[in-house]
């Protein structure tokens, strides 16, 4: 029943929530390591393994930058890693969490 009364919960975050993680700071370019807090992000806890390619999902998270997925590195119920792909041009993106095809709220990432 706990199970189920997770998967019925929405991933929640919102634009504070989102932060450089070398800095702590909400400044953002491509290339960089961000990091996202939040509640419900994901059901367990998981990490890239080390000398592995980043996958675009990670333990059924996915970050979606626009159309674009991020390099998902760590995820935790309360909190992701990505790496902001390298090759973003625009000034502003719209950042979109996704777990296990439920949705948690867009939200703008400035470059």
């Known amino acids: 029943a706990t199970l189920l009364l997770a998967q019925a919960v929405a991933p929640t975050y919102s634009p504070d929530s989102l932060v450089n993680a070398a800095s702590g700071w909400p400044q953002f370019s491509p290339n ?11 059901y367990s806890t998981a990490s890239l393994n080390r000398g592995s390619d980043p996958p675009p999902q990670l333990a059924g998270v996915r970050i979606l930058l626009d159309f674009d997925s991020a390099e998902i590195l760590y995820v935790s119920p309360s909190q992701v890693n990505f790496r902001i792909p390298p090759n973003l041009a625009r000034s502003t993106v719209q950042l979109t969490l996704v777990r296990d095809g439920r949705s948690g709220p867009t939200i703008p990432l400035p470059l």
Do not use: C, F, R, V
């Open 32 to 42: 960089t390591i961000a990091t996202l807090y939040g509640e419900n992000l994901s």
